[in-house]
């Protein structure tokens, strides 16, 4: 692992679920948040989502915001739930077991989904983008724009107040971000931001 705690392939870990405070202090750099998401950072992410809507989330963890989606009306047959870490993996697929769970690298997930896969409405991401170095970021911002319709959206949090796709990426990839929401009510407070095509 980098200093950055992800790799050049884009590989990084998750705290898991018993372990999270032991994984936090025992490798901070590698974990992307500091407690899982908070139903408040769940609420802002879904905020525009509409029943019957096809979502893909990255990073969906533990599962509170997947149980947010599925909150907002969207059918678990119309989920897709992309999460790189075993363990978690595993607990999804317990817990949500209608949807449609992948272990995958988010980097390279549309490897992953069935050939011939429609676009999805929505990509709704857990994923720590700030620690992502810029080339990783920008393969993943083209696999999710690939994977969506063309006025399709991608909901992404961050704890940093402003967006952590830079202006330059946004120009290169012609995209626009905007700031949806901001929650105290997390560990740590965190942003939301909608980012869509020019």
Sequence with gaps: MSKTGIDEKGNFSRPKPRGFLRNL?????EIGALAPSSRFLAKLLVNDIKPGSKVIEL??????????????????????????????????????????????????????????????????????????????????LAQIFKSLHSDGCLYQFTYGGCCPISRKLRRTLALKASLIGFTPFNVPPAFVYRITRN
Aim: no cysteine; charged share 20%; net charge positive.
């Design 25 to 29: 202090f025992r490798e901070p750099l």
């Design 59 to 140: 990073g969906a963890g533990t599962g509170a915001v997947t149980q947010a989606i599925l909150n907002a009306g969207v059918y678990a047959k119309d989920l897709t739930l992309i999460e790189q870490n075993k363990e978690f993996v595993e607990l999804l697929r317990q817990q949500f077991s209608e949807a449609t769970v992948l272990q995958a690298n988010a980097v390279s997930f549309r490897r992953h989904l069935a050939p011939g896969s429609e676009a999805v409405d929505f990509v709704v991401s857990g994923l720590p983008l700030l620690l992502f170095p810029a080339r990783l970021k920008a393969r993943l």
